[in-house]
């Protein structure tokens, strides 16, 4: 039972580059969500999707993409990185009832640098 | 969307009980009031959630008074080990999808001194 997991861990890209950062669960949670935290600050929401087949603007959505394969898995994709996406991104599930409230779980995270 | 105050840091030592209080004077009311903990290089980890009065798990206490615009976190006998970053947050996203979002401030560093 591995939880959440992220691919890559770390990824260094040139301006410009892209790349698909990949996120699986195996917790069987309905939503999934994407967060980016720069340094000395709280994450802030890039996308998420409530549940298979839906995905939805966060607050930062800007230079990025998103694909809910399936159940187990989101991917976020950078068509063409920036210096400004420098970051760590953090994939979260959750289950979708009343009973969860806000408890979401996370994964280890990506650091990417952009030169 | 609510947001919230926090401490930027606090300081501790082994063994105390720490309290760390979260202000929300505009919570909504089917907002819950979440706290998660955060360890450098890892992702934050769920702690304790409550809707009001108290709420008691194996690792922490929340505290919240009735007119639920503040909250506080209550960690019995820390140790160096809880020395990390606390995120206090409100929020309902039971539903998980639109028109919801919560607000991750910068969070309360806790540091425990032996």
Known sequence: ?115 | LAKTTQPISMDSYEGQEVNITCSHNNIATNDYITWYQQFPSQGPRFIIQGYKTKVTNEVASLFIPADRKSSTLSLPRVSLSDTAVYYCLVGDMRAGDSNYQLIWGAGTKLIIKP
């Not at chain 1, 949670?29 to 890039?46: A, C, E, F, T, V």
């Open chain 1, 1 to 115: 039972n591995a939880g959440v997991t992220q691919t890559p861990k770390f990824q260094v890209l040139k301006t410009g580059q892209s790349m698909t950062l990949q996120c699986a669960q195996d917790m069987n949670h309905n939503s999934m969500y994407w967060y980016r935290q720069d340094p000395g600050m709280g994450l802030r929401l890039i996308y998420y999707s409530a549940s298979e087949g839906t995905t939805d603007k966060g607050e930062v959505p800007n230079g990025y993409n998103v694909s809910r394969l399936n159940k187990r898995e989101f991917s976020l994709r950078l068509e063409s990185a920036a210096p400004s996406q420098t970051s760590v991104y953090f994939c979260a599930t959750k289950f979708r009832g009343r009973a969860s409230g806000n408890e979401q779980y996370f994964g280890p995270g990506t650091r990417l640098t952009v030169t």
